[in-house]
């Protein structure tokens, strides 16, 4: 008999159909209480859980008593309980590599589109304002041979640093918890401490995970290091920046600006200042929202629940020490 699996997430018709030849699958349309209820058996039975974004905790975890993997289809996993899945022995599988080049793209993307007022301007050509030769209030601010510090210097770093160094001719900062020799000989990247990182970069661009040690790691204190010209950029998770520190920097004109692909709650609510600031571009965490990449993503998810319910956890495994 095949085992159950839990999907929730649609999928694309063919990674659907290899998922079913491996599986009995359930879709559900999400994981809360009430989906978890109505399917009551198949939740009971699963032993294996497929989706993303969602939150998967010990309340979650004690109506599943046969799961034995979880795929999510991001990189990041902090929507998980970490320790609730080791109690269990539950492998947690995800997908770095597969978009790590897209999402150093949006990266790239956020610090042109903020030093060069691309989305701000491009609204007032829409608006009918663009009537004579433009002077200096359409004018941005220069991106090559500034100062890019990374605060996160992993996969996506490093993909972003590449960019920075052979296409712009950015000097490179990072801060890190350990050397990263590839950055240093690839890319003449320097390593500094965070405030030291903060005080001297133009573009400040954090790519961290979200953990308890980077929860609000960017306050109200450390954005004051930043020079009033400097722009923050946010890739990583909303809740590693101080998102209320953040607006009071924007309005007093501490920073520049601020490119933001992540929030502290998402969807970003209606009536967040963010969205009345000119200075700042707020994306959709379309991090690695191209159709390549999401269906690379997916298919990564697909093999990696497959591989985990046959006991192979040697890649792409969070805690593959506790299923072993
Ligand atoms: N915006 C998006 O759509 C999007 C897409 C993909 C990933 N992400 C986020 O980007 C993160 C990074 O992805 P990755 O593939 O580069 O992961 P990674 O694990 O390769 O890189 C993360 C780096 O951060 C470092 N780090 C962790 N805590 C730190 C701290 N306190 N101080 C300094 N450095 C610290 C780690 O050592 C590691 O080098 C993900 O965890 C996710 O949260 C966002
Ligand atoms: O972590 C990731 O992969 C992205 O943020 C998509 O959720």
Same mark, same amino acid.
Request: contains cysteine.
């Given at each position: 008999?095949?085992?159950?699996?839990?999907?929730?997430?649609?999928?694309?018709?063919?990674?659907?159909?290899?998922?079913?030849?491996?599986?009995?699958?359930?879709?559900?349309?999400?994981?809360?209480?009430?989906?978890?209820?109505?399917?009551?058996?198949?939740?009971?039975?699963?032993?294996?859980?497929? $989706?993303?974004?969602?939150?998967?905790?010990? &309340? @979650?975890? /004690?109506?599943?008593?046969? +799961?034995?993997? *979880?795929? !999510? #289809?991001?990189? $990041?996993?902090?929507?998980?309980?970490?320790? &609730? @899945?080791? /109690?269990?022995?539950?492998? +947690?599988?995800? *997908?770095? !590599? #597969?978009?790590?080049?897209?999402?150093?793209?949006?990266?790239?993307? @956020?610090?042109?589109?903020?030093?060069?007022?691309?989305?701000?301007?491009?609204?007032?050509?829409?608006?009918?304002?663009?009537?004579?030769?433009?002077?200096?209030?359409?004018?941005?601010?220069?991106?090559?041979?500034?100062?890019?510090?990374?605060?996160?210097?992993?996969?996506?770093?490093?993909?972003?640093?590449?960019?920075?160094?052979?296409?712009?001719?950015?000097?490179?900062?990072?801060?890190?918890?350990?050397?990263?020799?590839?950055?240093?000989?690839?890319?003449?990247?320097?390593?500094?401490?965070?405030?030291?990182?903060?005080?001297?970069?133009?573009?400040?661009?954090?790519?961290?995970?979200?953990?308890?040690?980077?929860?609000?790691?960017?306050?109200?204190?450390?954005?004051?290091?930043?020079?009033?010209?400097?722009?923050?950029?946010?890739?990583?998770?909303?809740?590693?920046?101080?998102?209320?520190?953040?607006?009071?920097?924007?309005?007093?004109?501490?920073?520049?600006?601020?490119?933001?692909?992540?929030?502290?709650?998402?969807?970003?609510?209606?009536?967040?200042?963010?969205?009345?600031?000119?200075?700042?571009?707020?994306?959709?965490?379309?991090?690695?929202?191209?159709?390549?990449?999401?269906?690379?993503?997916?298919?990564?998810?697909?093999?990696?629940?497959?591989?985990?319910?046959?006991?192979?956890?040697?890649?792409?495994?969070?805690?593959?020490?506790?299923?072993?």
């Amino acid at each position: 008999m095949k085992p159950s699996v839990i999907l929730y997430k649609s999928l694309p018709d063919d990674l659907l159909a290899r998922l079913e030849s491996h599986f009995t699958v359930t879709q559900v349309k999400n994981l809360s209480p009430e989906t978890v209820e109505q399917h009551a058996e198949a939740f009971a039975n699963a032993e294996g859980l497929l $989706g993303s974004s969602e939150k998967v905790d010990e &309340a @979650l975890l /004690a109506k599943m008593p046969k +799961l034995r993997a *979880t795929s !999510t #289809v991001s990189v $990041g996993y902090d929507n998980f309980d970490v320790d &609730a @899945l080791n /109690a269990r022995r539950i492998a +947690l599988m995800h *997908t770095p !590599t #597969v978009l790590t080049e897209t999402v150093a793209d949006t990266l790239m993307t @956020l610090v042109l589109t903020t030093a060069r007022r691309a989305l701000e301007v491009a609204e007032r050509v829409k608006k009918g304002e663009w009537t004579k030769s433009i002077g200096p209030d359409w004018f941005g601010i220069d991106v090559h041979h500034k100062t890019l510090g990374i605060v996160g210097m992993g996969r996506i770093g490093l993909a972003l640093a590449q960019r920075a160094h052979f296409g712009f001719g950015m000097p490179i900062l990072y801060n890190a918890r350990r050397q990263h020799q590839e950055a240093e000989e690839r890319f003449n990247a320097r390593p500094c401490d965070l405030d030291t990182l903060l005080r001297e970069s133009d573009f400040v661009c954090i790519v961290l995970p979200l953990t308890e040690e980077t929860h609000h790691l960017i306050n109200a204190e450390k954005i004051a290091l930043m020079k009033p010209s400097a722009i923050l950029i946010n890739a990583g998770r909303g809740p590693v920046v101080d998102e209320p520190a953040l607006i009071d920097a924007l309005k007093a004109g501490k920073i520049h600006a601020a490119g933001l692909d992540v929030f502290e709650q998402e969807p970003l609510p209606a009536d967040s200042p963010l969205l009345s600031m000119p200075n700042v571009v707020a994306l959709p965490h379309i991090g690695s929202a191209t159709h390549e990449t999401r269906y690379n993503m997916a298919a990564c998810a697909v093999d990696n629940l497959i591989d985990a319910l046959n006991g192979n956890v040697e890649k792409n495994c969070v805690n593959p020490q506790t299923v072993k």
